[in-house]
């Protein structure tokens, strides 16, 4: 019994800890993802800057402000924010534009407005490779036992990034947790208990079976002892009526013998003298 529960422990274990590394590892894929968009779209907020630079020789232009993003990767709305943020100042760029024709013939407002093209496709690139990263973690996620274990684990659904939809970007990665290495670390512990506390349960339930069946034969050994016991005072009287029986026959035949024995000699003694006469 005990080496079907540890078979079976084993067997939990291994599931255990190759869904925690499947899991880990297509959430690292998300992260790094995300952290390659951050990347981008701090490019293209530099770009931006400098465009800014360029439109602000120009009168409407000086009401222009630098645009700044933060850095933290793990703030996936920050990244949102700044998409906006650079999606909104390309439109007033873009305003000032129609207003002075002379400024959209400016060499370094081309090449500046080329680099954020440019940088915008790198972004949809990279936002279709996290979505499709976040498309393989959720399967994996969801398929059986993984998802029994993944809940165990803390490992939560990754949502997909989408600049287009309202308030649900702003919570991309926020409550994506995939830092699960103390929860796997107190599940293991956990087994391990459990499996030590079953072992003991079933060496104590074996004992005490042992023990039952021990008292069980002694129990046994007692009634068959008590029966032969028995048997032999009911037997021996018996077999001290026969042994009598037998003394007394012996006598009886000993009785008889010393008596032929008498006779036989009274008889001869009889006999002997009336031969002298003759």
Known sequence: MFWIIFFIFLIVMYLLLKAYNTLQAKAEFIKSSLSNISVSLQKKVNLIN???DVVKNY????????????????KANEIVSGQRESQVALMGIQGLVQRYPDLKANEQYQSLMQSIKAVEDEIGHQRET???????????????PTVFIANALKFSEAPYLD???????QHILKDFHTDSAEHLTALLGS?????LDGSKTLANKALDTSKRILESEQVQNLKESAVSKYQQMIDKPNQLEQNTEEEVSDTIVTEQTVQAQIDQRESGDEIQPSSKVD
């Open 50 to 52: 400098q465009l800014i």
């Open 59 to 74: 009168q409407d232009g000086e009401q222009l402000l630098h645009l700044t993003i933060s850095k933290d990767v793990t």
């Open 130 to 144: 996290f979505n499709h990263y976040v498309r393989e973690y959720n399967t994996k996620r969801g398929s059986i």
């Open 163 to 169: 600049f287009s939809v309202e308030n649900t970007e």
């Open 191 to 195: 087994a391990k208990t459990s499996l």
